[in-house]
């Protein structure tokens, strides 16, 4: 929730109200959040607290959050600036053809990323509190993430059975 309240803190701040100086130190706080939070759930179970789904949920977000926060925070400055700041609205890439296989193979690799992390702080976690047993709350999560990942991967293969007939142009560029 943090994340969302400095992302759109720093960006209003920038775009709407003219405080770029502001802005930017929200936005600079947004990977502090996750620093933060990581500590903090680190911190409740070093003190003994008994773990729970919101331990393991705290180390599946920072996953995704490290992999495709920056991404989340370039689109919205973008956007922001269209909408705040009259920047021009950015091409969007044609993708068809081998750019489109290659797109979606780098996201489901993007998410890959984000799951591997996401797992090796669920298990990093769960080796703090010292078994599987005690640590079973937080692996409630290798459930939906691993689902996730599984069915992800239909998009990928999908395209690169049927990946749409290239363009004029990327063929010409070639």
Not at 43 to 70: K, N
Not at 134 to 155: D, H, Q
Request: glycine share 10%; hydrophobic share 55%.
């Amino acid at each position: 929730m943090l994340f969302w309240i400095f992302l759109v803190g720093g960006l209003a701040a920038r775009y709407a109200a003219g405080w770029r100086i502001l802005g930017g130190a929200l936005l600079l706080c947004v990977p502090l959040i996750d620093v933060v939070l990581l500590g903090a759930t680190v911190l409740s179970i070093q003190d003994g607290a008994e773990p729970t789904v919101w331990h393991g949920l705290s180390a599946a977000y920072l996953g995704i959050t490290v992999v495709y926060g920056h991404r989340t925070v370039r689109w919205a400055d973008a956007k922001f600036a269209r909408s705040f700041g009259g920047a021009a609205a950015a091409r969007r890439p044609e993708l068809r053809g081998r750019a489109a296989v290659v797109d979606a193979w780098k996201s489901w690799l993007r998410f890959l990323l984000a799951y591997a992390i996401s797992v090796g702080l669920i298990f990093g976690l769960v080796m703090l509190i010292g078994t599987l047993d005690e640590g079973a709350p937080l692996l409630v999560w290798l459930n939906p993430l691993t689902k996730v990942l599984i069915y992800s991967l239909i998009w990928p293969i999908a395209t690169t059975i049927w990946p749409g007939k290239a363009s004029e142009t990327a063929k010409e560029n070639r």
